[in-house]
């Protein structure tokens, strides 16, 4: 239907990418305002359980398209298949993660249809008729608000975790709609030789439990300290802006505005005063522990728990404890 609303399913060896969920809730909201369908579209080299799965996530349809040659990640063809399905069916928008793959196939479909693309979008409202994509702008100063008023249908990226996941019903199933789109090897200018794992990969996003850092840390020894917390906590290591400017640690570890948007069960922040851009990226994060030793400090206010002093004496302590407790 013309005015549905698409989310893009996005997996990995397999599984889809439980953000993709996120997409689900926020994709049915704007379909609700239209009085329209949330639909989801897969591509892949078997789709059948990622489309159930969809299917129980709330998308009502699932457009599938299924070959060998979508076997593994492959952006090129991947964004054929897309751009296929988005100009056979119209629908009013397509949103994709805001993720390395998502913005791959959505830039190179929307390049291909020769459409706008909205990227890291961070809001979406039904507004006159159109879906509203807000975004920020001028390195986070501002934010900005635009619509495609042209292109059928609309294009966006979404920020991970800016939108809660849609809720799942195990009894929900979604219509399949499978489309034969032949593309070969020979139609394609790229060969993904191989896959190499980051030794230094950081999944902050999916993280359950994180450690953040500072500029109160002093230095990228204090770093050492909180890896060897979140380590043993099972958790992942973030950062401020501040502490990433200071060259003591990559930039892949930043939290907030201009970092990544994070919502942990638990958010434990050491040496962070809480600066509003910082507090942007988790404050929806289920328990924020502070450690800092001003007890003016603005985290404070966000915080669930506040521990006043120096995080080179609290954190051993804490290592202590949870070893103690975890039998580690
Ligand atoms: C457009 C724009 C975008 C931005 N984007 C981001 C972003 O994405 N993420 C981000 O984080 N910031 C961002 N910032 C920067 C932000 O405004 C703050 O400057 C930054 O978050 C401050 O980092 P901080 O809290 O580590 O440092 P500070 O504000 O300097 O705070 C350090 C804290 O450490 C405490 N402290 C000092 N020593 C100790 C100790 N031994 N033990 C315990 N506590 C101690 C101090 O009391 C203080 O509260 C952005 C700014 C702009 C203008």
């Given at each position: 239907?013309?005015?549905?609303v ?5 997996h ?8 993709s ?12 305002g ?7 579209f897969v ?5 059948d359980d990622?489309?159930?799965e969809?299917?129980?996530f ?5 457009y599938?398209?299924?070959?060998d040659?979508f076997?593994?990640?492959r ?6 298949a897309?751009?296929?399905l ?8 397509a949103?994709?993660?805001a ?5 791959d ?5 929307a ?8 990227t890291d ?7 006159g ?9 001028f390195?986070g100063?501002?934010?900005v608000?635009v619509?495609n008023?042209?292109?059928a249908p609309?294009i ?10 849609g ?19 020979a ?15 950081v ?7 994180i450690v953040s ?22 958790g ?26 994070v ?16 507090l942007?990226?988790?404050r ?16 404070f206010k966000?915080?669930?728990?506040g521990i006043?002093g ?6 051993p302590?804490m290592?202590e404890k ?5 039998n580690?």
């Amino acid at each position: 239907m013309a005015n549905d609303v698409w989310v893009y399913i996005e997996h990995k060896d397999g599984d889809i990418t439980p953000m993709s969920f996120e997409l689900l809730g926020i994709g049915k909201q704007l379909a609700d305002g239209f009085g329209s369908s949330v639909c989801a579209f897969v591509i892949g080299d078997k789709v059948d359980d990622l489309a159930k799965e969809a299917g129980a996530f709330g998308a009502t349809k699932v457009y599938a398209v299924e070959g060998d040659v979508f076997k593994g990640f492959r952006g090129e063809a991947y964004a054929k298949a897309a751009a296929f399905l988005l100009e056979k069916y119209k629908p009013e928008i397509a949103l994709f993660r805001a993720t390395s793959m998502g913005t791959d196939v959505a830039a190179a479909a929307a390049a291909q249809l020769g459409f706008g693309l909205c990227t890291d979008t961070i809001g979406l409202a039904v507004d006159g008729g159109k879906v509203k994509m807000t975004r920020a702008a001028f390195g986070g100063n501002y934010s900005v608000s635009v619509v495609n008023e042209k292109a059928a249908p609309q294009i966006a990226t979404v920020r991970p975790k800016a939108f809660a996941m849609g809720a799942k019903d195990a009894s929900k199933s979604a219509e399949v709609v499978k489309e034969s789109f032949a593309l070969a090897d020979a139609d394609l200018a790229t060969k993904v030789v191989e896959f190499i794992k980051s030794a230094t990969a950081v999944n902050l996003v999916e993280a359950d439990i994180i450690v953040s850092g500072g500029r109160g840390l002093g230095s990228d020894a204090g770093f050492a300290m909180l890896q060897e917390l979140a380590d043993l906590l099972g958790g992942a290591v973030g950062a401020s802006r501040a502490a990433v400017d200071s060259e003591w640690i990559p930039y892949e570890h930043q939290v907030g505005q201009t970092g990544k948007t994070v919502k942990p069960k638990i958010y434990i922040a050491c040496g962070i005063s809480g600066a509003i851009q910082h507090l942007a990226g988790m404050r929806t994060s289920d328990c924020i522990v502070a450690i800092n030793k001003d007890p003016d400090a603005p985290i404070f206010k966000a915080a669930s728990f506040g521990i006043v002093g120096d995080y080179k004496e609290i954190v051993p302590k804490m290592i202590e404890k949870f070893k103690g407790k975890l039998n580690k």
